[in-house]
C-alpha cells in the first residue's frame, strides 16, 4: 500500500496466560525504543495494548471491544476484571484518538472511561463485497450464516443492512 513505508517487526513471544500483561510490557519496553529510534509521523495501535508511555506524536488506537470490562464475567476473578480495567484506562489516557468499530463500542467506552468521550471517533470495520470475492454455493436455499450474533456489539446491523443490498442486486 505504501512502498515508501518501513515495516519493523518485533519479535517477541507474548505468554498466551498472561497476554494483556506481556502484550504492555513488549509495548513499553520494545516499542518505545523503536519509537525513539525512527521519526514516526503517527502510531495506530491495533489493538488495546499500547504502553505505559505517552507518546509526542499523533496517537490512535483501535481496541475493537472492551468485554473484559462491559461482561466482567469473562473473566476468571476480580483480579483479571481489574487489571483489564486498569490496562484500558491506561491506553486510553495516553491516546489521542480511540477509533470505536461499532454504536455499542462507542457507548460502552465512553459509559466505563468517560474522560474519554472526546477522543472517540466511529469507524466501521471495511466490508469488501466485492463479487468476484464471494463463493457461491449450491443449495436449495439461499441462507447467510452470521455467529456470534448474540452479542448486540457485533454489528448485527451493518451485516442486515450489507444482505438487504446484495440481496436486491
Same mark, same amino acid.
Given at each position: 500500500?505504501?512502498?515508501?513505508?518501513?515495516?519493523?517487526?518485533?519479535?517477541?513471544?507474548?505468554?498466551?496466560?498472561?497476554?494483556? &500483561? +506481556?502484550?504492555?510490557?513488549? /509495548?513499553?519496553?520494545?516499542?518505545?525504543?523503536?519509537?525513539? $529510534?525512527?521519526?514516526?509521523?503517527? @502510531?495506530?495501535?491495533?489493538?488495546?495494548?499500547?504502553?505505559?508511555?505517552?507518546?509526542?506524536?499523533?496517537?490512535?488506537?483501535?481496541?475493537?471491544?472492551?468485554?473484559?470490562?462491559?461482561?466482567?464475567?469473562?473473566?476468571?476473578?476480580?483480579?483479571?476484571?481489574?487489571?483489564?480495567?486498569?490496562?484500558?484506562?491506561?491506553?486510553?489516557?495516553?491516546?489521542?484518538?480511540?477509533?470505536? &468499530? +461499532?454504536?455499542?463500542?462507542? /457507548?460502552?467506552?465512553?459509559?466505563?472511561?468517560?474522560?474519554? $468521550?472526546?477522543?472517540?471517533?466511529? @469507524?466501521?470495520?471495511?466490508?469488501?463485497?466485492?463479487?468476484?470475492?464471494?463463493?457461491?454455493?449450491?443449495?436449495?436455499?439461499?441462507?447467510?450464516?452470521?455467529?456470534?450474533?448474540?452479542?448486540?456489539?457485533?454489528?448485527?446491523?451493518?451485516?442486515?443492512?450489507?444482505?438487504?443490498?446484495?440481496?436486491?442486486?
Amino acid at each position: 500500500i505504501t512502498p515508501e513505508s518501513e515495516i519493523v517487526i518485533i519479535k517477541d513471544m507474548i505468554n498466551e496466560k498472561h497476554a494483556r &500483561i +506481556s502484550a504492555q510490557l513488549v /509495548q513499553t519496553l520494545k516499542f518505545h525504543r523503536l519509537y525513539e $529510534k525512527y521519526n514516526f509521523d503517527v @502510531i495506530l495501535f491495533a489493538s488495546s495494548e499500547v504502553g505505559l508511555f505517552k507518546y509526542k506524536v499523533p496517537t490512535l488506537i483501535i481496541p475493537h471491544d472492551i468485554q473484559n470490562v462491559s461482561r466482567p464475567e469473562m473473566n476468571k476473578n476480580k483480579i483479571m476484571f481489574y487489571l483489564h480495567y486498569f490496562s484500558y484506562k491506561i491506553s486510553f489516557k495516553n491516546m489521542d484518538r480511540i477509533i470505536a &468499530i +461499532s454504536d455499542v463500542d462507542k /457507548q460502552e467506552i465512553e459509559k466505563y472511561y468517560p474522560f474519554a $468521550k472526546n477522543k472517540i471517533i466511529k @469507524i466501521y470495520d471495511p466490508i469488501d463485497m466485492a463479487e468476484k470475492e464471494i463463493k457461491h454455493v449450491e443449495n436449495k436455499q439461499e441462507y447467510i450464516l452470521a455467529v456470534n450474533i448474540q452479542y448486540e456489539h457485533k454489528n448485527i446491523d451493518t451485516l442486515i443492512r450489507a444482505f438487504s443490498l446484495f440481496s436486491k442486486n
